[in-house]
């Protein structure tokens, strides 16, 4: 089946650095991505948004790209900061889906200092 | 103010056992979802209901049995407890979620880590 995957499975990155995660998805239907930011013991929670009719998309220090050519997907985190250590999943569906929604398999981020 | 909170949030119990997960939203939303976290954090969609309506059923076996009294409330109960069913449920919700319409931000609960042993 279409899947959506990710490159790295565990990302370190030096404090103050910039970080940069990446994503793969196959299914060309696909309309809406997201990226979520999953704590130790919490839910994931909301980071950014993009739909498909965008390349770019800018949040405060985040900032999403979309290549639909290539189906591609990434997440960069300017200044990285400790409190930015999390797993990170990015998420696609499609608009006559009710919503539902296909994970990546998640990227480990690890802020040393 | 928790907009999704699920209960409990730990739950170990043993094989064969018959337990629910509530799950409540106060952010008016009229699309709630339960979404099962395996042991390598793959996250994947077991159920949506949309105004107390079921729209998502993933092939989850019919020992899950969600349950919708009003839109702001999904339980999942769950018969016959196996072991692979150890995993993290994690509740949802969205607003304005409909066919013919990009989809608006999910908002995720806490989780409720379960254990069956």
């Known amino acids: 089946g279409e899947s959506v995957g990710l490159h790295l499975p565990t990302l370190s990155v030096q404090e103050g650095d910039n970080s940069i995660i990446n994503c793969a998805y196959s299914?060309?239907?696909?309309?809406?991505f997201i990226w979520y930011k999953q704590e130790s013991g919490k839910g994931p929670q909301f980071i950014i948004d993009?739909?498909?009719?965008?390349d770019k998309r800018q949040g405060q220090r985040v900032t999403v790209l979309l290549n639909k050519t290539v189906k591609h997907l990434s997440l960069q985190i300017a200044a990285t900061q400790p409190g930015d250590s999390a797993v990170y999943f990015c998420?696609?569906?499609?608009?006559?889906?009710?919503?539902?929604?296909?994970f990546g398999a998640g990227t480990q981020v690890v802020v040393t200092p | 103010d928790t907009a999704v909170s699920q209960t409990p949030k730990y739950l170990v119990t043993q094989m064969g056992n018959d337990k629910s997960i509530k799950c409540e939203q106060n952010?008016?939303?009229?699309?709630m979802y339960w979404y099962k976290q395996d042991s390598k954090k793959f996250l994947k969609i077991m159920f949506s209901?949309?105004?107390?309506?079921?729209?998502i059923n993933e092939t989850v076996p019919n020992r899950f049995s969600p349950k919708s009294p009003d839109k702001a409330h999904l339980n999942l109960h769950i018969n016959s407890l196996e072991l692979g069913d150890s995993a993290v449920y994690f509740c949802?919700?969205?607003?304005?979620?409909?066919?013919?319409?990009?989809?608006?931000?999910?908002?995720f609960g806490e989780g409720s880590w379960l254990t069956v042993v």
């Open positions: 998420a696609e569906t499609i608009t006559d889906s009710w919503g539902k929604l296909q």
């Open positions: 299914n060309s239907a696909s309309d809406y």
């Open positions: 949802a919700s969205s607003q304005d979620v409909a066919p013919d319409r990009a989809p608006d931000t999910i908002y």
């Open positions: 993009i739909r498909s009719n965008m």
């Open positions: 209901y949309n105004n107390k309506e079921l729209i």
């Open positions: 952010l008016g939303h009229d699309t």
